[in-house]
């Protein structure tokens, strides 16, 4: 029987009877895997009513202390479900079971350990002042939870994803009304099931599922006793809830799109160069924000770039992602395929040179009902064309050569995306000087994705508003208020 997947508010999953039911189908081959509830706004309101009224309870009651014991508890019970996870995100994204056990879910737990240790040795400030009768004030500040914390997720990355925004807003001690992205509802529910278990007291953590605008992503953000949204997903979406957060005047974080540039200069550790970009473009299938879906690289070593890069897309491994040989899975839905074979076929329309792929694998007939792409190199297209300007989230990436280190800033400048960038030298000098001209939140030198939670991460330009990570996250899960003592 399919399983049938509902809200978990108030510490309890919801009946189902009664409930409009949507499929969430396989990426690997269309077979529906499970059912999901849709939460109407009445179910929106008992959630957030839930959130809001654990904020008085005993979580509100609790010290640091006991709040971090007790995310540390989460994440070793993640860590006991590893294998739950692994399946259920898996299930959710399709993706080989190595990214799942290597990167989304030991991060996922990681989420939880690190802010819980960052919110217990975090300090404030205190200022001492001169007054005109010679005693002094004491100024400090303190730290307190902003309320009831919206938190809308993708689907691309879910787990990690969604574990970054409750790590830090939970370890601050707020409460949380979870929307994850109805592509990937898995591990949110499973989460319910490991706060449950470790005494998270009921409300503190609360799912609801469904759409975006008009549906129950749109009832969070519009929900008056919402006190902030933390959102994850693409800038045109943003720029929807931000409109939303405007009324009643709620804070926002956003980590939106991007359209990252490779650079790889001449001098660069070849083989390591090769190694990172096709990482950073064809990792989850091209699904990944930090990705690289524009690559310049300097002249002399460009076809040999090209044909390396080439070689190794072309030895992917597609299969089921529970397959240990499989390399490679589908992208998340159908929709989304379509929207990345488009650009595939605007690629050619545009004058591009298909140096592979472009279009559909021949797959099994047992996967053929699935997502599946091939992924993609091009070369030879204008620096306006749509493919080398918008973000197709998609495993494919255009190949430009370059001359200079002020030309390739400025074509990597030249787009209204600031989210990340990878440099590939062994120039020093050159790779600080880059890091400071490129326009972006997150420069990589010599390596992709190597993340230290403690660090800044967030975008600029359209790519995001906002930095969360280590002391960072704390500026918008907490509200800094000052007392001032007279002496
Ligand atoms: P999306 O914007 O389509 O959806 C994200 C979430 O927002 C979903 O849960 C969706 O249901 C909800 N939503 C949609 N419209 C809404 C509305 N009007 N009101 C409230 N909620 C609404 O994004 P996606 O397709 O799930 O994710 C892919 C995008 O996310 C890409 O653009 C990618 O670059 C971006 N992303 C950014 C980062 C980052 O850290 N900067 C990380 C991962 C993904």
Redesign the pocket.
């Known amino acids: 029987m399919t399983r049938i997947i509902t809200s978990f508010i108030d510490g309890e999953f919801q009946p189902a009877e009664g409930a409009r039911l949507f499929d969430k189908r396989s990426p690997v081959d269309g077979r529906v895997i499970a059912r999901i509830a849709e939460a109407p706004q009445a179910e929106v309101d008992r959630a957030v009513r839930a959130a809001r009224a654990a904020l008085r309870g005993d979580w509100g009651r609790m010290t640091v202390e006991q709040r971090a014991a007790m995310l540390h508890a989460v994440a070793d019970e993640i860590t006991r479900r590893f294998d739950d996870f692994v399946e259920a995100e898996m299930a959710d994204t399709g993706q080989p079971s190595h990214v799942m056990t290597h990167v989304f879910i030991p991060r996922g737990a990681a989420n939880f350990k690190i802010f819980a240790d960052v919110v217990k040795n975090v300090p404030t400030e205190s200022f001492r002042m001169d007054t005109p009768d010679g005693r002094g004030a004491l100024n400090y500040a303190i730290r307190k939870p902003k309320g009831v914390i919206g938190v809308?997720?993708?689907?691309?990355?879910p787990f990690l994803?969604m574990t970054?925004k409750l790590g830090p807003a939970l370890a601050c001690g707020n409460t949380v009304v979870v929307?994850?992205?109805?592509?990937?509802p898995l591990t949110a529910a499973l989460l319910g099931e490991v706060m449950a278990k470790v005494g998270v007291p009921k409300g503190v953590y609360n799912v609801v599922n469904?759409?975006?605008?008009?549906?129950?992503?749109?009832?969070?953000?519009?929900h008056p006793q919402v006190d902030a949204i933390t959102?994850?997903?693409?800038?045109?979406?943003?720029t929807?809830?931000m409109k939303?957060a405007a009324e009643g005047l709620r804070d926002v974080s956003?980590?939106?799109?991007?359209k990252n540039a490779g650079i790889v200069f001449a001098d660069a550790d070849f083989d390591a160069a090769v190694d990172g970009i096709f990482r950073s473009a064809f990792l989850n299938t091209g699904?990944?924000?930090?990705?690289t879906e524009r690559v310049y690289v300097e002249r002399p070593i460009f076809e040999r770039f090209r044909d390396a890069l080439k070689a190794k897309v072309e030895a992917v491994r597609y299969g089921r992602p529970e397959d240990h040989a499989s390399t490679y899975g589908p992208l998340?839905s159908q929709e989304?395929r379509d929207k990345v074979l488009g650009y595939y076929q605007r690629a050619v329309d545009e004058g591009a040179t298909v140096v592979t792929g472009g279009g559909v694998p021949d797959m099994p007939a047992d996967l053929k009902g699935g997502c599946w792409v091939q992924p993609t190199i091009w070369t030879g297209l204008s620096d306006d064309a749509s493919v080398v300007r918008e973000?197709i989230?998609g495993p494919c990436c255009h190949l430009r050569p370059f001359d200079s280190e002020d030309e390739v800033v400025a074509l990597a400048n030249d787009n209204v995306y600031g989210?990340s960038t990878t440099i590939w030298t062994q120039h020093l000098a050159r790779a600080h000087r880059m890091a400071e001209r490129i326009e972006v939140?997150i420069t990589w030198i010599n390596s992709w994705f190597l993340r230290d939670l403690r660090t800044p991460?967030?975008?600029s330009k359209q790519?995001?508003i906002g930095r969360e990570g280590g002391v960072h996250s704390l500026e918008f899960y907490t509200e800094t208020r000052n007392v001032c003592v007279k002496l």
Do not use: D, M, Y
């Open positions: 809308i997720c993708p689907w691309n990355a994803l970054w929307k994850p992205s109805e592509e990937t469904g759409f975006g605008p008009k549906s129950t992503g749109e009832f969070v953000t519009t959102f994850t997903g693409e800038t045109r979406t943003g929807a809830i939303a956003f980590e939106l799109g991007g699904q990944v924000c930090l990705g998340i989304h973000e989230f989210l939140g991460f967030g975008g790519s995001g």
